[in-house]
C-alpha cells in the first residue's frame, strides 16, 4: 500500500505498508516466521527481473577495472552497511588489492556499527569524499540506496559520474534519483515491506543478492575464478589451506604430497602452484601467469599442459 509523504510526494513503495501484515503483532510466533520467510522468498525471486540491468552493469566495469580501476561501493544505513559487507569480501576471497577498494559510507567507518542516522543527509560529505578520494576514469562507484533517493549516495554517485568514473546505481524503488542519476540503474521492486519501512529485510535481502551477483561476476570476469573454484583466495588460516591443498588436487589432478609440496614453492598461491603440479617449475609458472595477465586458463593453455576440455 502506497501514500503520500508529508512533503506532498508520493510514499516509496518501501516505506508504505503491506496490509497482509495489519495484524502482525498479534500472530503467534509460527505464523509470524512463516509470513516473514515467504516475504524473504519473494525478495530473492524478485531479483531475476533485474538480471538483464545486472548484466549490462558487470558488462560495462569489466573493462574499466582490467585497467586497473578501483571498485567503490557508496551507501548509507542498511544499504551502505550491505555494501561494505560485500566489498569487505573480496580482498580474503579473491586477493583484490586493497588500495583498488574503497568505501563511501555515510557517516564513516564507525556508522557501520553505530547508526549515524543523518549522517545520510549529508550531501557535502559525499561529494567531498569523492573528490578527496580523487575518483575518476576506469573507476567504478556502485550506489546503493533503497529508496533511491538517499541524498549521500545519489550525491556521490552524481560527483563520480561528474569525474568520468562509470556508475552503477542500485535501488529498490523506480524511477527514482539514484537509477536516474547512474549510467547503469539497477532496479529490483521489493516493494512494502512486513514492517513498514524497515528496508533491511525484503529490500536489503534483494540488495545483498545483488551485490553478491556483481561482486561475483566481477571477480570471475578478471579471471579471479577458475573452474568455479577461488583460485585467489588468501590462504590465511588452517581452514583455508586445506581448502587450497584441495583446489590444486583437483585443478591439477595430483596426489596431496604434490599439491602440498606445490603450494609451498609458491607461499600458498593457487595459481602458481596448479601450474607446477601439472608439471612446470616455479619460474616458468609465475612467468606464464605474468604473461596472460594473470589468467590461469590462459596460462594452462600457453604451456601446453591443458588435460581435458575443461581447461581450454
Not at 73 to 94: C, K, N, V
Not at 157 to 177: F, Y
Not at 243 to 254: D, F, K, S, Y
Amino acid at each position: 500500500m502506497s501514500g503520500v509523504a508529508q512533503s506532498g510526494q508520493p510514499l516509496p513503495a518501501t516505506e508504505g505498508a503491506d496490509p497482509a501484515f495489519d495484524a502482525f503483532d498479534t500472530w503467534p510466533v509460527s505464523t509470524q516466521l512463516g509470513a516473514l520467510w515467504q516475504s524473504q522468498l519473494a525478495a530473492a525471486a524478485i531479483v531475476s527481473s533485474a538480471l538483464p540491468a545486472l548484466s549490462v552493469a558487470a558488462e560495462a566495469a569489466l573493462p574499466c577495472l582490467r585497467n586497473g580501476g578501483r571498485l567503490i561501493y557508496a551507501g548509507a544505513g542498511s544499504s551502505g552497511r550491505l555494501a561494505a559487507q560485500d566489498g569487505a569480501e573480496l580482498e580474503p576471497t579473491y586477493n583484490w588489492p586493497p588500495e583498488r577498494l574503497l568505501l563511501l559510507i555515510a557517516g564513516g567507518p564507525g556508522a557501520l556499527l553505530n547508526a549515524v542516522e543523518n549522517a545520510e543527509d549529508d550531501e557535502v560529505a559525499a561529494r567531498a569524499a569523492v573528490r578527496e578520494a580523487a575518483i575518476g576514469p576506469d573507476d567504478v562507484l556502485v550506489g546503493v540506496a533503497a529508496s533511491g533517493r538517499t541524498p549521500y549516495t545519489v550525491a556521490a554517485v552524481e560527483a563520480a559520474r561528474s569525474a568520468g568514473a562509470l556508475t552503477i546505481g542500485i535501488a529498490n524503488v523506480p524511477e527514482t534519483p539514484l537509477l536516474l542519476g547512474a549510467a547503469c540503474p539497477v532496479f529490483v521492486g521489493t516493494g512494502a515491506e512486513p514492517i513498514a519501512g524497515s528496508t533491511r529485510m525484503k529490500a536489503g535481502t534483494a540488495q545483498k543478492i545483488v551485490l553478491n551477483l556483481l561482486s561475483t561476476t566481477l571477480m570471475t570476469g578478471l579471471g579471479r575464478v577458475y573452474r568455479a573454484q577461488m583460485v585467489d583466495m588468501r590462504s590465511r588460516n588452517a581452514k583455508l589451506r586445506r581448502r587450497a591443498v584441495r583446489m590444486v588436487m583437483g585443478l591439477a589432478a595430483c596426489p596431496e604430497a604434490t599439491a602440498r609440496i606445490a603450494l609451498e614453492q609458491t607461499d600458498g598461491h593457487v595459481k602458481p602452484a596448479v601450474l607446477i603440479a601439472r608439471g612446470t617449475d616455479r619460474d616458468e609458472a609465475l612467468a606464464a601467469l605474468s604473461r596472460n595477465s594473470d589468467n590461469l586458463r590462459n596460462a594452462i593453455n600457453e604451456l601446453g599442459l591443458a588435460s581435458s576440455r575443461r581447461d581450454t
